[in-house]
């Protein structure tokens, strides 16, 4: 499976006993996910809009919010009804609902303390790229390799300290009735290119 960061915005909230994120994954932006080498060319990708239509919009696959990649830290999941994600032109838009039980697990808390303190910082989706041919172009200009994910099946979507796209933003908001507010707020991506 790949992996995908950006920093698209999240927001946190806290409503009725229930933690809720709210954050996008934004397409059409470009990043370097490795600088060239002497031996190995600069790496960058683009996602094109809407490239995870096919498992948000069809739900045919039980897709999990994870802290980090990590399948054995749940957050959220379309089969629980605690994840909403709707695919747009512009970003895939998510929100985990964490239901008590699950913030209150170490890993939750840990990963929400990140999140208010600005630490981690970024919404990173878990993928593979469809099997259709026209689901990715590879182009290579001089010492850049430059990869547009155009169709790609969405596994997960993980919160994360580093993502690979630094455009992404996390800015964390308590909408809690004392008024206090909290400041704002992975495997390697490489493994799976094809040349």
Same mark, same amino acid.
């Given at each position: 499976?790949?992996?995908?960061? *950006?920093?698209?915005?999240?927001?946190?909230?806290?409503?009725?006993?229930?933690?809720?994120?709210?954050?996008?994954?934004?397409?059409?932006?470009?990043?370097?996910?490795?600088?060239?080498?002497?031996?190995?060319?600069?790496?960058?990708?683009?996602?094109?809009?809407?490239?995870?239509?096919?498992?948000?919009?069809?739900?045919?696959?039980?897709?999990?919010?994870?802290?980090? *990649?990590?399948?054995?830290?749940?957050?959220?999941?379309?089969?629980?009804?605690?994840?909403?994600?709707?695919?747009?032109?512009?970003?895939?838009?998510?929100?985990?609902?964490?239901?008590?039980?699950?913030?209150?697990?170490?890993?939750?808390?840990?990963?929400?303390?990140?999140?208010?303190?600005?630490?981690?910082?970024?919404?990173?989706?878990?993928?593979?790229?469809?099997?259709?041919?026209?689901?990715?172009?590879?182009?290579?200009?001089?010492?850049?390799?430059?990869?547009?994910?155009?169709?790609?099946?969405?596994?997960?979507?993980?919160?994360?300290?580093?993502?690979?796209?630094?455009?992404?933003?996390?800015?964390?908001?308590?909408?809690?009735?004392?008024?206090?507010?909290?400041?704002?707020?992975?495997? *390697?991506?490489?493994?799976?290119?094809?040349?």
């Amino acid at each position: 499976m790949l992996w995908g960061s *950006h920093l698209g915005g999240l927001e946190l909230r806290s409503e009725g006993g229930e933690t809720r994120l709210l954050g996008r994954f934004p397409y059409g932006r470009e990043t370097v996910l490795r600088e060239a080498r002497s031996s190995a060319p600069e790496l960058r990708e683009v996602f094109a809009p809407r490239a995870f239509r096919l498992r948000v919009e069809h739900r045919n696959r039980n897709i999990m919010a994870l802290a980090g *990649h990590d399948f054995a830290k749940p957050l959220a999941s379309l089969a629980t009804h605690t994840l909403d994600m709707e695919d747009t032109e512009d970003a895939l838009l998510v929100e985990i609902r964490i239901k008590p039980e699950i913030a209150a697990a170490s890993y939750c808390r840990d990963i929400l303390a990140g999140v208010r303190a600005g630490l981690t910082v970024g919404l990173s989706p878990g993928f593979r790229v469809a099997s259709d041919p026209a689901a990715e172009v590879i182009q290579r200009q001089g010492n850049v390799v430059r990869r547009e994910v155009r169709t790609a099946l969405l596994e997960e979507i993980s919160i994360v300290t580093r993502p690979a796209y630094p455009q992404a933003q996390i800015e964390a908001r308590c909408w809690s009735a004392d008024g206090t507010m909290p400041r704002p707020t992975a495997p *390697h991506h490489l493994k799976r290119w094809r040349l």
